[in-house]
T-cell receptor, first 115, second 111 residues
Framework: ETGVTQTPRHLVMGMTNKKSLKCEQHLGHNAMYWYKQSAKKPLELMFVYNFKEQTENNSVPSRFSPECPNSSHLFLHLHTLQPEDSALYLC??????????????FGEGSRLTVL | GEDVEQSLFLSVREGDSSVINCTYTDSSSTYLYWYKQEPGAGLQLLTYIFSNMDMKQDQRLTVLLNKKDKHLSLRIADTQTGDSAIYFCAERQTGANNLFFGTGTRLTVIP
């Protein structure tokens, strides 16, 4: 059991669809993250939430819309995506403090294919 | 901005040692991490090293940090087929909670 659960694991959508990715953590953490993993590229940080407040938006296009209703849940709403948005989207959580190791715990990812 | 670089592929024979290398550009990095990603799974923390250390050993894993050259390496002794995975190097700046990752190195262990 990972402690961070992502659904769905696989998603295929057309460019005009609207869908959402969901992430839930059971670790008592207060920070949550979305990362994008594409082949042969570094993991890209997309969004960071600390105590439900967005603290970082890494120049992500507006067709990606995050939502964090509480410290345990994080969503990524998808709208009019492009084929180049096809990737593995990873959710992670951590404690938010500058004093600890900052270990991130990752979910297994949602594999998105945009047709 | 932060830049973390790794080679994309490494192949080793079972029983040999593997050495995965990483370079980074940010001299204010506080912690440096190695994560492992097995097929179909998320990233799992393997080990980390604080920037005031130059070596850390944990069973088959040895991390070496050359802060002057901004070079980090992960050595896996007696590599097994179960070690086949993608290994990510990551760094965190002082006071920040975000991690910056490299591309990952795909390690293939040949039986």
């Amino acid at each position: 059991e990972t402690g961070v659960t992502q659904t769905p694991r696989h998603l295929v959508m057309g460019m005009t669809n609207k869908k959402s990715l969901k992430c839930e953590q059971h670790l008592g953490h207060n920070a949550m993250y979305w990362y994008k993993q594409s082949a042969k590229k570094p993991l890209e940080l997309m969004f960071v939430y600390n105590f439900k407040e967005q603290t970082e938006n890494n120049s992500v296009p507006s067709r990606f819309s995050p939502e964090c209703p509480n410290s345990s849940h994080l969503f990524l709403h998808l709208h009019t995506l492009q084929p180049e948005d096809s990737a593995l989207y990873l959710c992670a959580s951590s404690h938010w403090t500058g004093g600890n190791t900052g270990e991130l715990f990752f979910g297994e990812g949602s594999r998105l294919t945009v047709l | 901005g932060e830049d973390v670089e790794q080679s994309l592929f490494l192949s080793v024979r079972e029983g040999d040692s593997s050495v995965i290398n990483c370079t980074y550009t940010d001299s204010s990095s506080t912690y440096l991490y190695w994560y492992k990603q097995e097929p179909g799974a998320g990233l799992q923390l393997l080990t980390y090293i604080f920037s005031n250390m130059d070596m850390k050993q944990d069973q088959r894993l040895t991390v070496l940090l050359n802060k002057k050259d901004k070079h980090l390496s992960l050595r896996i002794a007696d590599t097994q087929t179960g070690d086949s995975a993608i290994y990510f190097c990551a760094e965190r700046q002082t006071g920040a909670n975000n991690l910056f990752f490299g591309t990952g190195t795909r390690l293939t262990v040949i039986p």
